[in-house]
């Protein structure tokens, strides 16, 4: 059974830090393309971070490029997004996904994805 579990959100202030963490099981995950993504009220899932098989290429939104920095243990089948600096327009629920094994590019689109986690919360006042 495929499972995706984040952790790490919570409510931080404006210029804080955040670590997520996303524990994954039930798919071959070191051979899989990794992503976050992350929805806003009244906004459509949005491409965050991606992250290749082996860790060697990341890709990030413009909005958080410098701030953000996502990464992988492949021992521990987990991958990470350490935020920084945040800011309340990084509000919203974040969710861990994984390409399907055949793919070996970062996905900037949903559809690219083929397991998704739950999601955690991620609240930045101001």
């Known amino acids: 059974q495929v499972q995706l579990l984040e952790s790490g959100g919570g409510l931080v202030q404006a210029g804080g830090s955040l670590r997520l963490s996303c524990a994954a099981s039930?798919?071959?995950?070191?051979?899989?393309?990794m992503g976050w993504f992350r929805q806003a009220p009244g906004k459509e899932r949005a491409f965050v971070a991606g992250?290749?098989?082996?860790?060697?290429?990341?890709s990030y939104a413009d909005s958080v490029k410098g701030r953000f920095t996502i990464s992988r243990d492949n021992a521990e089948n987990t991958v990470y997004l350490e935020m920084d600096d945040l800011k309340p327009d990084d509000t919203a629920v974040y969710y861990c996904?994984?390409?399907?094994?055949?793919?070996?590019?970062?996905?900037?689109?949903?559809?690219?994805?083929?397991?998704w986690g739950q999601g955690t919360q991620v609240t930045v006042s101001s």
């Open positions: 996904a994984a390409r399907d094994t055949p793919n070996y590019s970062v996905g900037w689109w949903e559809v690219e994805y083929k397991y």
């Open positions: 039930g798919f071959p995950f070191s051979s899989s393309v």
């Open positions: 992250i290749t098989r082996s860790g060697a290429r990341t």
